[in-house]
Each structure stands twice: as structure tokens, then as C-alpha cells.
């Protein structure tokens, strides 16, 4: 098993739409989670942290089920801006040395 | 304000060649990793630096792969006798410390060996 995997995508969906992401990870001691966005021949770029209690930043909400090991990003209301690739990234160790780095998933918004 | 810069953006060498690339930090920023990320694929982890403290080693690939770096400043990556599977995105990336929790990246050396 993979110690992060996602989604396979591609997703494809119209604006407006509201598209979920999933991403599961191995290492059940992992401390700290995070999602980033990759656009097209582009350098990652941090989306948002993941809480245990959950966090939302406008149209984007992240969750945590440490239960089940996975983490989910909902994005409501889609921009054809918010076409990229999404990356799920764990840190098991806690002290954000080696992250761990899912293969992401690709969205595209369409008009 | 400055982010993280590399050079060169592109690179294109021949196979068996020596090639060295260079990142420069965000200044205070004291960790600093290198990544390599192939097509279509997901960030591979190669080496980290933390301050002057021993660097972690541990993603390199082959003794092929070394990197420097002096204090909290511009680091190098080297890879010598280039071959094909080389070829790749590397990415550089810089953190406030230890424990934080973004890693800002440069804009990668997309490295072609033919």
C-alpha cells in the first residue's frame, strides 16, 4: 500500500460545481496534513493545512478522519480558475522533514 | 518581497555529463529541501538541510546526486554522469524552520538528458 494515495481523477466539472477529493495515508502516527495545488508546469503551492477539527477557507473545506486514516478536500461552487492538480500531503514524523506526497489529483473546471 | 529562485530553468545535456543547479532561499527561511518530480509523477524527496545541522541524506538516489549548502545560503545540487532517467522537474523548496508547516517552492530546473 502506498503511504499516500488519492483519487485517480482526471475530474472533469462544470462551473458551479461542488467536487470532492479523497486521500488516504498508511501511517497512522502522522502528525500534520496538508493539501496544495499544482497548476499546469508550475511549483507547488500551499492550499490549505488539514485540522482534526476540520477547517474551511471560503469555498474550500478540508476534514480529517484520523478513524479511517483519510482526509477530504470539498471545493463548493468551482472556478475555472480552480483548475489544477491537487496534491494531499502528509507529514508522519511530525517535524516536516520528509513529507510525503501523493501523486494528486487533476480538476478541471469546465465553462 | 523575494521568493525562492532557481537556476537554470531549463537544462539540457547530454547523457554522461555533469550538471549543477543552483537554488537560492528566502533569507531567514533555514530549511530547505530539494525534490525531484518526474512526468506525471508525484514530488520524490531527495535531500534536506536544516541551519548547520547534518543533512538528510536519505532521498538521494545514487552517490551520483550531492548537494551543498553553507550555512542558511544558496544551495547546489549536483548530479553527475547524467543518465536519461535523470531527466525531470527539480524543485527546490524552502521552510521557516524545522517544524513549519509551508514549504515554498522555486520554480523548478526542468533538466533534459538526451
Known amino acids: 500500500r502506498k503511504e499516500v494515495e488519492q483519487d485517480p481523477g482526471p475530474f472533469n466539472v462544470p462551473e458551479g460545481a461542488t467536487v470532492a477529493f479523497n486521500c488516504t495515508y498508511s501511517?497512522?502516527?502522522?502528525?500534520?496534513f496538508f493539501w496544495y495545488r499544482q497548476d499546469c508546469r508550475k511549483e507547488p503551492k500551499l492550499l490549505m493545512s488539514?485540522?482534526?477539527?476540520?477547517n474551511e477557507d471560503g469555498r474550500f473545506t478540508a476534514q480529517l478522519n484520523r478513524a479511517s486514516q483519510y482526509i477530504s478536500l470539498l471545493i463548493r461552487d468551482s472556478k475555472l480558475s480552480d483548475s489544477a492538480t491537487y496534491l494531499c500531503v502528509v507529514n508522519p514524523a511530525g517535524n516536516n522533514r520528509k513529507l510525503i506526497w501523493g501523486l494528486g489529483t487533476s480538476l478541471a473546471v469546465n465553462p | 518581497g523575494a521568493g525562492v529562485s532557481q537556476s537554470p530553468s531549463n537544462k539540457v545535456t547530454e547523457k554522461g555529463k555533469d550538471v549543477e543547479l543552483r537554488c537560492d532561499p528566502i533569507s531567514g527561511h533555514t530549511a530547505l529541501y530539494w525534490y525531484r518530480q518526474r512526468l506525471g509523477q508525484g514530488l520524490e524527496f531527495l535531500i534536506y538541510f536544516q541551519g548547520n545541522s547534518a543533512p538528510d541524506k536519505s532521498g538521494l538516489p545514487s552517490d551520483r546526486f550531492s548537494a551543498e549548502r553553507t550555512g542558511e545560503s544558496v544551495s547546489t545540487l549536483t548530479i553527475q554522469r547524467t543518465q536519461q532517467e535523470d531527466s525531470a522537474v527539480y524543485l527546490c523548496?524552502?521552510?521557516?524552520?524545522?517544524?513549519?508547516?509551508?514549504?515554498?517552492f522555486g520554480p523548478g530546473t526542468r533538466l533534459t538528458v538526451l
Open positions: 501511517n497512522s502516527a502522522s502528525q500534520s
Open positions: 488539514v485540522y482534526s477539527s476540520g
Open positions: 523548496a524552502n521552510a521557516v524552520g524545522a517544524g513549519a508547516n509551508e514549504q515554498f
